[in-house]
């Protein structure tokens, strides 16, 4: 079945160590995002390819960065995480088609839970 | 992107109709209004969308009144494991992003 896989679903990294997640998708879909969901709130979007096209969220802090080496993988990079950035991440995909349609739904993958001690 | 308002939480129980409804004053013309669903520990999970009216399928509907500044979701005969979060968004496919507001957590009662 397509879907959106992220991996690992849990992860425990030290205070200040560089940590990976990885998010892959068999949709074929040309937008992925990555979004941080903390305990009892909303999905909070961090940022989204549109294609190789990155885009930023104004308030996603510089630590918080991304790769898409193609269209099936994104990655997101945390380059020195701090107790605040433990949280659920979700990675979602989305295909963009051109006119006054219906929007397109996102497919979220199960998310990767990251603990920072 | 329009914002929306909804309840913060509500409780029901099994067998109940739920209505959740989502107020959205300053949507636009070219705006969708899509309902997502959240279990805990899971990605969000897309129910139902539409335009105008009414729209239905096998988990939800989705009525729309003729001003659209609101939406209400309607859940027929829940039962435990609808118990989640219910996130309304607006928004067109001009926009590649969506934003999520608080959401309703629906707690059913047995």
């Known amino acids: 079945d397509a879907m959106v896989i992220q991996n690992p679903r849990y992860q425990v990294t030290q205070f200040g160590k560089p940590v990976t997640l990885s998010c892959s998708q068999t949709l074929n879909h040309n937008v992925m995002y990555w979004y941080q969901q903390k305990s009892s709130q909303a999905p909070k979007l961090l940022f989204h390819y549109y294609d190789k096209d990155f885009n930023n969220e104004a308030d996603t802090p510089d630590n918080f960065q991304s790769r898409r080496p193609n269209t099936s993988f994104c990655f997101l990079d945390i380059r020195s995480p701090g107790l605040g950035d433990a949280a659920m991440y979700l990675c979602?995909?989305?295909?963009?088609?051109?006119?006054?349609?219906?929007?397109?739904?996102?497919?979220f993958g199960p998310g990767t839970r990251l603990t920072v001690l | 992107l329009a914002k929306t308002t909804q309840p913060i939480s509500m409780d029901s129980y099994e067998g109940q109709e739920v209505n959740i409804t989502c107020s959205h004053n300053n949507i636009a013309t070219n705006d969708y209004i899509t309902w997502y669903q959240q279990f805990p520990s899971q990605g969000p999970r897309f129910i139902i969308q539409?335009?105008?009216t009414k729209v239905t399928n096998e988990v939800a509907s989705l009525f729309i009144p003729a001003d659209r500044k609101s939406s209400t979701l309607s859940l027929p005969r829940v039962s435990l494991s609808d118990t989640a979060v219910y996130y309304c968004?607006?928004?067109?496919?001009?926009?590649?992003?969506?934003?999520f507001g608080k959401g309703t957590r629906l707690h059913i009662l047995p």
């Open positions: 968004l607006v928004g067109d496919n001009r926009d590649d992003k969506i934003i």
């Open positions: 539409g335009y105008k």
């Open positions: 979602a995909t989305s295909t963009i088609r051109t006119g006054y349609s219906s929007t397109d739904t996102q497919y």
